[in-house]
């Protein structure tokens, strides 16, 4: 257990349709990422927040947006989803402290988006 | 452009064998952290081990150890006595310290065969 949890696991929609994958760090970290993993597809990086503001963007669609709130869970906004939105979407944590081996990043279980 | 290549797209095992996953970067950067993760079909991202790129000592975690390279910029996997358990997505990834964002490789399918 890596200490992020994301909820929910498993989320069935429709096209068109918008939906949230929302994400808490692990108990200190500050920092969180968003990724992206289509099938047998690398993981794409999305992006990145630290302590309430964003600090990167990857490659993230206009269509998606996110953010983190003061007690630091942050929420992935998925909107006028298309078929080819379905992937398993990773949130990661951090302490955020650049330079130091604690920017090591954790993992969550990943929440298994499926657009119909 | 700051890339990793996993050059060997699947790989099998004998249990209780050695193998080695290769991984190379290219970077300009100087000050950077390389990791391997590990995805069972559970599919959830596991951390299996880290190195620092300003130390020359390969870091080891237990079965699995490193071959750090830094003037080849590469960055090899092995696995000793490998486990049924191992059998899982492997990949390599990297990150500077001064942009955040893990840059991954596209893995390794390893398979463990008893």
């Known amino acids: 257990d890596s200490g992020v949890t994301q909820t929910p696991k498993h989320l069935i929609t429709a096209t068109g349709q918008r939906v949230t994958l929302r994400c808490s760090p692990r108990s200190g970290d500050l920092s969180v990422y968003w990724y992206q993993q289509s099938l047998d597809q690398g993981l794409q990086f999305l992006i990145q927040y630290y302590n309430g503001e964003e600090r990167a963007k990857g490659n993230i669609l206009e269509r998606f947006s996110a953010q983190q709130f003061p007690d630091l869970h942050s929420e992935l906004n998925l909107s006028s989803l298309e078929l080819g939105d379905s992937a398993l979407y990773f949130c990661?944590?951090?302490?955020?402290?650049?330079?130091?081996?604690?920017?090591?990043?954790?993992f969550g279980p990943g929440t298994r988006l499926l657009v119909l | 452009a700051q890339t990793v290549t996993q050059s060997q797209p699947e790989m099998s095992v004998q249990e209780a064998e050695t193998v080695t996953l290769s991984c190379t970067y290219d970077?300009?950067?100087?000050?950077?952290?390389l990791f391997w993760y590990k995805q069972p079909p559970s599919r959830q991202m596991i951390l299996v081990i880290r190195?620092?790129?300003?130390?020359?000592q390969n870091a080891t975690e237990n079965r699995f150890s490193v071959n750090f390279q830094k003037a080849a910029k590469s960055f090899s996997l092995k696995i000793s006595d490998s486990q049924l358990g191992d059998t899982a997505m492997y990949f390599c990834?990297?990150?500077?310290?001064?942009?955040?964002?893990?840059?991954f490789g596209k893995g390794t399918r390893l398979s463990v065969i008893a």
């Open positions: 970077t300009s950067e100087n000050n950077y952290y």
């Open positions: 990661a944590s951090s302490a955020g402290l650049l330079g130091t081996k604690q920017e090591t990043q954790y």
């Open positions: 990834a990297f990150i500077t310290i001064k942009n955040t964002p893990l840059v």
């Open positions: 190195q620092e790129a300003y130390k020359q």
